[in-house]
């Protein structure tokens, strides 16, 4: 997935000038030494300037972590910490931020070997908000080696979004189709969060597809779809269009980055693409977001946004799915109740068209998309990649600006149920503890669109400090029965 950010964070040791120095110092040691022996070590440098509450240590300190290519921070605060220089350490970084805390060693080193950063978190913290900093600070921030490398190694999917998102574009092709306001939203925060976009028509697009053409490189990407696709390849006439596609996709992302390193692709996929172009777009559509490459349907520009989040967090391929529609009572009964702890109103079924990566998919099938053709010949709707989706956790979860150019943001974690949904697409049977609140207390209650993305795998906690760290102050989750929502009618 060459799409995604390689993060390497800088961990930089303060040090306040009437505490020792050896005390961070050596805690800084040990801390890397943890790190190193638990997770991958070039996740990290150690730089070795220790800021002694000096303005120039700090500018030292800023040049060496640049100098050594690191794209994240971790200020530790060793002993108490000179709240100056650490926070203006944190202003002039140029990228995601960290505060973590040593705790004390020993009932036997209370003396010289006491470094209260317990307390010094505490002005770090109020120093930041006065200069306005962002930073991201762990729930319990204070810990001995081990527990500060762990803290570290949860910081690093979430800098690696951080990261991700202040190099990316976002292309989309085309409006929204008519009568699909769903998916429309102001642009302005995404500039805000400084991400790029470029907006197309998908005329534009038609006019690149018409030029590849007889593409030499044609019959090879046919190939690695037949490979792909194996027995599932139910519709071998149309793999020529859909490689001709995909490489005008990727040549598009190529000639048009500038000098943006990440790309996400919101695409048009109806009414006119398929009468125009003779296919749909959602097996291609899947390959690039297996690549890391997340493309949306319907022009959803925050849902496209929103996948490239989670491929960057999780590393792995994401999806975007309709929270679609209810499971049946019959289903619940006979597959459902009493072999999983769900009510009926904690289930539902999320479904696209075709979109999703064929490693998410049970015996993928390459098939037509059956509500266009309701409309449409089935020979120009042709391109769907089918499947029940792989059960397993998932994380449900979106970043959106609503119609009043408010960025808000919800995330849920649950499960795709082993259970056989009898329809199409690309569907499953989820389930999410109190569904059926969420359902109408988050995501009807704050407007948000009918398409949320999905991570595999239970990753709120980071998507949570992600979206925290962006400043959306509006982060709905699926509260449990004891919390009600400021909407929930008490007397229900």
């Known amino acids: 997935m060459n799409n995604i950010a390689k993060v390497k964070i800088g961990i930089v040791a303060v040090s306040r000038d009437c505490f020792p120095a050896e005390l961070a110092i050596n805690r800084r040691k040990a801390l890397v030494e943890s790190y190193k022996k638990y997770y991958n070590a070039e996740d990290i440098y150690e730089c070795p300037v220790c800021i002694i509450e000096s303005e120039i240590d700090m500018v030292n300190a800023l040049k060496d972590i640049k100098d ?17 220089s650490e926070s203006l350490l ?10 973590v805390a040593a705790a004390e060693e020993s009932e036997n ?11 010094g978190m505490l002005n770090a913290s109020y120093n930041l908000k006065l200069r306005g900093v962002k930073a991201y600070i762990p729930e319990y921030p204070v810990g001995d080696a081990n527990d500060c490398a762990r803290m570290i190694n949860e910081f690093l999917p979430i800098a690696r979004a951080l990261v991700g998102l202040s190099k990316l574009k976002v292309i989309s092709f085309g409006p929204r189709p008519s009568n699909f306001l769903a998916c429309n939203a102001p642009i302005k925060q995404l500039y805000n969060m400084g991400v790029e976009i470029e907006e197309n028509s998908e005329l534009d697009l038609f006019e690149a597809f018409n030029k590849h053409e007889g593409d030499a490189r044609i019959p090879d990407i046919v190939k690695d779809m037949e490979k792909e696709l194996g027995e599932g390849n139910k519709k071998p006439e149309i793999l020529e269009k859909l490689a001709r596609y995909e490489l005008t996709l990727l040549d598009w992302i190529e000639e048009h980055k500038g000098y943006r390193e990440y790309v996400t692709i919101a695409g048009k996929c109806w009414p006119a693409f398929q009468t125009m172009f003779g296919f749909v777009p959602c097996y291609v559509n899947s390959r690039l977001t297996g690549r890391g490459i997340p493309v949306s349907c319907e022009v959803d520009i925050y849902g496209a946004l929103s996948e490239f989040i989670g491929a960057c967090v999780t590393e792995d391929v994401v999806t975007l799915l309709d ?3 209810s499971v049946p009572k019959d289903m619940y009964e006979n597959s459902i109740k009493g072999k999983f702890d769900y009510s009926h ?5 999320g479904f696209h068209c075709g979109n999703t990566c064929s490693s998410k998919l049970l015996n993928p099938v390459m098939k037509y998309q059956k509500i266009m053709a309701r409309n449409l010949p089935i020979e120009v709707t042709k391109g769907t990649l089918e499947g029940d989706i792989v059960p397993g956790d998932i994380t449900f979860y979106r970043l959106q600006s609503t119609a009043d150019n408010k960025l808000r943001a919800y995330v849920a974690e649950g499960e795709v149920l082993p259970v056989a949904t009898k329809s199409f697409g690309g569907i499953g049977v989820f389930a999410i503890k109190e569904m059926g609140r969420f359902y109408r207390h988050v995501l009807i209650e704050n407007a948000f669109p009918h398409h949320g993305a999905v991570a595999f795998g239970h990753f709120g906690k980071a998507l949570f400090e992600v979206f925290k760290y962006l400043g959306v102050e509006d982060i709905g989750y699926n509260h449990a029965k004891s919390l009600p929502y400021p909407t929930e009618n008490p007397f229900k």
Do not use: Q
């Not at 050594?68 to 100056?84: K, S």
């Open 68 to 84: 050594n290519d690191c794209n994240a921070l971790c200020v530790f605060l060793g002993n108490f910490g000179p709240e100056i």
């Open 90 to 99: 944190a202003k002039h970084f140029d990228g995601p931020v960290m505060f």
């Open 109 to 119: 080193d209370l003396s010289d070997g006491r470094g209260d950063a317990y307390c």
């Open 323 to 325: 929270i679609n529609n």
């Open 345 to 349: 109103s904690d289930t539902f079924m």
